[in-house]
């Protein structure tokens, strides 16, 4: 089952990649988000290979990489940057707290990926991996445009 969830995450990660063609006309703010963004999605992927190969350094080194991305996200999003290619949603900003509790969730499930690997546990860096993926879908849900 837990395969499946890992298919899962990453056919939508290979589906969401097309994005990579806006980030050529990204420029300032924008494209310093973006390419967060994106450094945190092949993070995420490499990640997950990681765990499947019972790499818990390797895991444990890029769920701290994520963690610290998560911990500087709102920086990157000062009122006033969403130009185009932006694909900041304004509820980013009309609804600043709900964008904090979102990213909230991204760095403790992120911080559960790093204790599990630390504990060698498998079962629950599998279980934080699916907890990061969810929480990634549910912000971009409401705080990306696409």
């Given at each position: ?9 990453m ?114 860096i599998?279980?934080g ?18």
């Open positions: 089952m837990m395969t499946v969830i890992m298919l899962g995450v056919l939508g990660f290979t589906l969401g990649s097309g994005g990579a063609y806006a980030h050529k006309d990204a420029t300032g703010i924008v494209k310093t988000r973006m390419d967060g963004f994106k450094q945190s999605q092949q993070n995420f992927k490499d990640l997950i290979r990681a765990a499947h190969g019972n790499d818990y350094d390797t895991v444990r080194t890029l769920s701290v990489s994520l963690t610290e991305w998560g911990q500087q996200m709102q920086q990157h999003f000062p009122a006033g940057s969403n130009q185009p290619p932006s694909e900041a949603a304004d509820t980013i900003w009309s609804d600043a707290s709900g964008f904090a509790k979102a990213i909230d969730d991204y760095i403790n499930a992120t911080q559960d990926i790093t204790a599990a690997a630390i504990a060698a546990d498998k079962p629950a599998m279980a991996i699916k907890s990061t993926s969810d929480s990634c879908t549910s912000c971009h849900n409401v705080y990306r445009v696409k």
